[in-house]
């Protein structure tokens, strides 16, 4: 690369290079662009189950190398970490997969159809770095958020109030297809309760749910949920696959209250506000704006990924993380289904 030799800003050691296993929209649209962008980061190779798919989405990419089976990719030994997007079924198969084969994984939320699935993540050689691509996590927006909270300005945060819904009824789209993991919670639901955990520091002792499903698609096409954090703190969240698209992440503290404006979708590469309130107006004419810089979230999870890789920073969330997240989404089906709160 240009780079490389441009002055000896970095060599090619310090790069990790990346391998994208299908040609999802997300991958193509927003993340592994977005990887591209990441100093410590190339993309040298995409794989599909099609090869003329792999080839197409390698030139539109500009990525030097196509595979039409995934297992090909798995054998470059010139890649050091791949992308898994796979539709929710094949996230845990493809991540061993990857693993065994020496790679570092970066998969796609959810990690797996459930907890007891993800468990078998923990097969994964323990030299490799395992991490759920919850790109929130490394978003600036989300990391002021939590040090405002952690500094006291809000008071006591006592409730995470979250709304994530958009509209879609295509029986084509993975996301309405119940047999592999569709559904709300798992797709959108999962960003409300890692987004509390990230905000409260903490975990939720019991959660408790209340679940519409789609007469035809048998997913969730609405749920509202209670997690409760234990010392009177509490996560209420409400999210939708049929609803008017919509975000919102309010931070309630005893003294203030902070809300991320676009918490999840935020615009790549272009500023993002939070708000921080006193309540002194009802109006919100009290609210302070803070902007954040232009950032990708998705260019700042691959940097913090790679860098772990590189031995330069040490990686926050792994496995068990990941496993932990699951166990909270099972006991909200748990619930559902009992119609009672379920422990942790």
Request: hydrophobic letters at 40%; proline letters at 5%.
């Amino acid at each position: 690369s240009e780079e490389a030799f441009s002055g000896g800003h970095m060599s090619a050691e310090s790069r990790i290079r990346w391998g994208i296993i299908s040609t999802a929209d997300i991958g193509m649209k927003k993340v592994t662009p977005g990887i591209q962008r990441s100093p410590h980061s190339e993309v040298t190779a995409i794989a599909s189950r099609d090869l003329a798919r792999a080839q197409a989405a390698a030139k539109q990419l500009g990525i030097a190398k196509a595979y039409g089976s995934y297992e090909a990719l798995l054998a470059d030994p010139e890649i050091d970490a791949v992308y898994n997007p796979l539709p929710n079924h094949l996230h845990v198969p493809l991540t061993l997969q990857a693993a065994k084969a020496g790679k570092h994984v970066l998969c796609e939320k959810p990690m797996a159809l459930n907890a007891a699935e993800a468990e078998q993540l923990r097969q994964c050689p323990k030299d490799r770095l395992v991490m759920e691509a919850f790109m929130v996590r490394f978003h600036p927006q989300w990391l002021r958020a939590r040090e405002i909270v952690q500094s006291g300005a809000l008071g006591e945060l006592k409730s995470v109030n979250v709304v994530f819904s958009y509209f879609n009824t295509d029986p084509a789209n993975v996301r309405n297809q119940a047999d592999i993991g569709g559904g709300g919670i798992m797709d959108i639901g999962c960003y409300p309760v890692v987004g509390a955990r990230f905000l409260f520091g903490a975990e939720p002792k019991r959660v408790v749910s209340l679940v519409e499903r789609d007469p035809n698609f048998k997913t969730d096409r609405l749920a509202g949920a209670l997690a409760d954090f234990g010392n009177g703190r509490q996560l209420v969240f409400t999210c939708s696959t049929q609803l008017v698209p919509y975000q919102s992440v309010q931070a309630l503290g005893t003294k203030g209250r902070l809300e991320i404006i676009i918490p999840f979708n935020a615009p790549q590469g272009q500023a993002t506000t939070i708000l921080i309130d006193d309540g002194s107006a009802l109006d919100r004419s009290s609210a302070r704006r803070e902007t954040l810089p232009a950032s990708d979230q998705y260019t700042e999870q691959a940097e913090n990924f790679a860098l772990a890789i590189l031995g330069r920073k040490s990686l926050p969330y792994g496995i068990e993380d990941a496993i932990q997240n699951m166990r909270i989404l099972d006991a909200l089906f748990q619930s559902e289904r009992s119609g009672a709160w379920v422990a942790l």
